[in-house]
C-alpha cells in the first residue's frame, strides 16, 4: 500500500506561483510512475503531469509545458509540481497518484483509470 498526501494549494493571483508537494509512505516508490492530476469544478479529472520514479523523465500536457515542473526528491519520498504563471484556468483540485511503471509508458500520459493510488487532494485557486 502507499498513502499520497498533498499539500501547498492556495489562493493565489494570476501571474503567481505555487508549489505543490506529495508526500508518499507505505513502500519505496522505485519502479512507480507518479501522476498530478486536476479535477476543476463540473469538470472531468484529466492527467497534468507525471515522472517516472527510476529514470526521472516526466511527461506534460500541452497547456501546462513550459509553465509547470514536475521533480522528485528521492531521500524525502516526495513528489513535487512547480506552478508558474499561474491562469485562472488552472484553478481545480489537484490530486497526486501512483501506479507502477509500464515499458508503454514512455512519451504517453497517466490514465487516471489506471492509477492505483490516490491522495485526497488539495485545492489552488487562481484569480484574475
Known amino acids: 500500500q502507499v498513502q499520497l498526501v498533498e499539500s501547498g494549494g492556495g489562493l493565489v493571483q494570476a501571474g503567481g506561483s505555487l508549489r505543490l508537494s506529495c508526500a508518499a509512505s507505505?513502500?519505496?516508490?522505485?519502479?512507480?510512475?507518479m501522476g498530478w492530476f486536476r479535477q476543476a469544478p463540473g469538470k472531468e479529472r484529466e492527467f497534468v503531469a507525471r515522472?517516472?520514479?527510476?529514470?526521472?523523465?516526466?511527461y506534460y500536457i500541452d497547456s501546462v509545458k513550459g509553465r509547470f515542473t514536475i521533480s522528485r526528491d528521492n531521500a524525502k519520498n516526495t513528489v513535487y509540481l512547480q506552478m508558474n504563471s499561474l491562469k485562472p484556468e488552472d484553478t481545480a483540485v489537484y490530486y497526486c497518484?501512483?501506479?507502477?511503471?509500464?515499458?508503454?509508458?514512455?512519451?504517453?500520459?497517466?490514465?487516471?483509470?489506471?492509477?492505483?493510488?490516490w491522495g485526497k487532494g488539495t485545492l489552488v485557486t487562481v484569480s484574475s
Open positions: 497518484a501512483a501506479r507502477p511503471s509500464s515499458p508503454f509508458d514512455s512519451g504517453r500520459p497517466l490514465s487516471a483509470d489506471g492509477m492505483h493510488y
Open positions: 507505505g513502500r519505496t516508490l522505485s519502479g512507480y510512475n
Open positions: 515522472i517516472s520514479w527510476s529514470s526521472g523523465s516526466t
